[in-house]
Structures are given as C-alpha cells and as structure tokens.
C-alpha cells in the first residue's frame, strides 16, 4: 500500500507500507464423538446412565444421544450423559449411538455400541384363589401383591364370567 501526503505547496511525499488482510477460515470440520458407558456387549437392567466424549477443533455445542435409532435426549454440558430406563426397550440387543454437533453447527455419529437389556417385568401373585380361597364356596379374603420394575399405577378389575366388571381397585 502506498500512501502520498501532499502539502499547500504541491510537495508530495510517499510512504510504502505493508498491509495483512486475515479472512476468517470457516469451520468446516466435523467433531468426533464416541459412546462411554454403555459398553460394547454390556447388559444392563433399569435406570442407566448414558455417557458420551466428543472432541472439535473449535468447540463442541452439544451430544445427542440415539437407542435403536430413536432420539432420547441430549446434553450441552461436558461430561455429557444422560438419563435412561432400560425398562422402556425390549429385552435384547441394542444399538447406542451418540451424535455430536459444534458451534458451526457441523455434526457427525459416533460408532454404534450395542449393549443388551435383561430387565424383569411385572409380576403379579393372588393367593390364595380369589374365587373361594378356601374352596367353601363363600368369599373370603384374598392377597394381591405385584413387583414392578418402575413406579407405575396400577388397576384390578374383578370380572363375573360374562365378562362384566364387577369390582375396581
């Protein structure tokens, strides 16, 4: 760059200088992103804890974290987790993907780890029968009592052999 001063006179006066023009490089580089907890081939049962790492050149904005395909939470804070029921999936396996996205909203998937689930599921015990539990033909009374993996609600409904409702609980 030459700059020229001039005066009232006409004297000029030149002056050479070097100017650096930076442009701004965009982000074009995808973060990277791995699943943590669970392992590759672990079984699990109940609550779990999801735990994913990423890594960007830049900065990474947030982890989405994928069960069999389907979204099921994300976390926009290092260490990433998050919070899952086992109880919600089917016994078996089960790929987890996480899904990791930076401040120049560039994304990429980890590599699926697929872990099992061996969750117990209700159960539900009447003794004795609640017909006649001594068989006398009268009614007496009866236990119910269920085991359930998660806080649920729950119904009885006593049916007559039609099968009418004749009694709630």
Known sequence: LTLIALDK?????????????ANAVADTTPPTASVDSPTEG?????????????EDDVA???IEYYIDGKLIGSD?????TEQFNSSALANGAHPARAKA???????AYSTPV??????????????????SPNND??????????????????TINISDASPAVIKTF
């Open 114 to 131: 697929t872990f099992s689930t061996n969750n117990t599921y209700s159960s539900v015990s009447i003794s004795p029968n609640p017909f």
């Open 9 to 21: 006179a006409g004297n000029a006066t030149a002056f050479d200088r070097s100017v650096t023009i």
């Open 42 to 54: 672990q079984s699990v049962s109940g609550p779990i804890t999801l735990i994913a790492s990423a």
């Open 101 to 107: 996205t930076d401040t120049s909203n560039n994304s």
């Open 76 to 80: 926009v804070t290092s260490p990433y």
């Open 60 to 62: 990474v904005a947030k």
């Open 137 to 154: 033909g009268m009614e007496d009374t009866t236990t119910i009592s269920a085991t359930l993996p998660i806080a649920a609600a729950w």
